[in-house]
């Protein structure tokens, strides 16, 4: 069991120490190098702000981490695998410590947070068939172990969210598909593919890549995305890393770990966000972005829109930007209701209520208006494109019934 992990920074060209976590009788402490207190970048400026001297984490919501380190840790898929990986050498989940899970991460997490000593899987250098990558998933999600679990483990990183995914690089032909949680050839970029689960149905590719696709339309910034072809369905939804350019790495905070929000338990509203956006980036045109985003989540009907589904991104310079869109597809929220509420509403959210987050926000009622209607035309090609990408009827006429009432 590791007691003591170094935490660095790495945005590309080489590794800053930033301080150490170390556990002591069930309690996780974190002291700040020096001279990285002096240099004045804060990575988590909210929760785990700069000063000097020995810090007790708190104990909820993150397992005894700050936000900050907790957002390095995979959940949801990430987590099934490393867990299964544990249980079939004897070790129940519950002797893993979240230290020894931070030295699992290592040098290759999301963001440009390191952790070592680095017990990161070893680097595998081969193509790959996605198809027969879904078929490994499957066989996971209905129990398999051994081998199969390695392997998918090393292409895991630290990524979040549920549904079964692959960290990958992709040539610009987008061709030809490598492991890509580390640094990958000439003409490959990092990316990430996700794969059905076992409620998805073979849709949930095509549906995710049509919703970035009217996003786009909409003026969110979103990363290129790629509809992979399948055998299996109508295809693997994949979208390019924005927390990688080539080498060069970005910091990478969830709302979730910014303020300490357990994302499992609805509690925010997008006031909140607009707020928080202009605290962190000091950039009005940010919250004009965060402001768009959710005026697309709540009439696309994206109701998973929980506080690990926002980040902010930081370069080496201590600037923070918010993220470009991520995990946008149809979905219900917890009691059928948006996880991010709209001025105290969760449930029979109206343009009225847009309309007021966006004037709370000192956003112009001009702009407000324009950004409703860009949406509203983006969302109102859902048909057409749903058709030309293979989505059921019954698929179509379900989402479009729902995400016209507004």
């Not at 949680?181 to 076992?198: A, I, M, R, T, Y």
């Amino acid at each position: 069991m590791i007691t003591e992990i170094k935490v660095g920074l790495n945005f590309g060209s080489e590794i800053q120490s930033v301080g150490r976590l170390a556990e002591r009788n069930g309690i996780i402490y974190f002291e700040y190098d020096e001279e990285f207190v002096q240099n004045g970048v804060e990575i988590s400026p909210f929760r785990l702000p700069l000063r000097n001297g020995i810090v007790e984490l708190p104990s909820d919501p993150f397992d005894g981490l700050a936000g900050v380190f907790s957002d390095s840790l995979p959940d949801g898929w990430g987590r099934l695998l490393f867990d299964r990986m544990m249980r079939s050498k004897g070790i129940s989940p519950s002797e893993i410590s979240s230290l020894d899970r931070l030295a699992y991460v290592g040098l290759n997490g999301m963001g440009a947070l390191v952790y070592e000593p680095d017990s990161s899987p070893p680097i595998i250098q081969e193509l790959i068939d996605l198809d027969h990558l879904a078929t490994q998933t499957e066989k996971i999600l209905e129990g398999a172990s051994g081998e199969i679990i390695s392997k998918l483990l090393a292409l895991n990183g630290s990524s979040a969210g549920a549904r079964p995914k692959a960290l990958i690089g992709v040539d610009k032909e987008r061709k030809n598909i490598s492991y890509g949680v580390n640094q990958l050839s000439d003409g490959f970029e990092h990316s990430l593919v996700k794969f059905p689960n076992s409620q998805d149905g073979t849709d949930s590719g095509a549906i995710e890549y049509v919703y970035a696709l009217m996003a786009k339309e909409a003026g969110l910034n979103f990363p290129d995305m790629h509809l992979f072809s399948s055998k299996k369905g109508n295809g693997f939804f994949g979208v390019k890393l924005f927390d990688r350019d080539g080498d060069k790495r970005l910091h990478m905070h969830t709302v979730s770990g910014l303020i300490h929000s357990n994302f499992r338990l609805p509690s925010i509203d997008y006031e909140d966000l607009l707020s928080l956006t202009m605290s962190l980036t000091k950039d009005f045109r940010e919250v004009e972005k965060m402001y768009r985003l959710a005026v697309f989540n709540v009439m696309a009907h994206n109701r998973d829109d929980h506080a690990k589904n926002f980040s902010f991104l930081m370069n080496e310079f201590g600037e923070w930007k918010l993220s470009p869109a991520y995990d946008l597809t149809f979905s219900n929220g917890p009691g059928g209701e948006q996880s991010t509420m709209v001025m105290g509403e969760g449930r029979n959210i109206t343009v009225k209520h847009l309309v007021k987050l966006g004037l709370e926000a000192k956003i112009s009622k001009e702009l407000i208006e324009q950004i409703i209607e860009q949406t509203r035309i983006s969302l109102s090609k859902w048909k057409y494109l749903a058709g030309e990408y293979g989505i059921t009827k019954s698929n179509i006429e379900l989402i479009n019934n729902v995400i016209t009432k507004l």
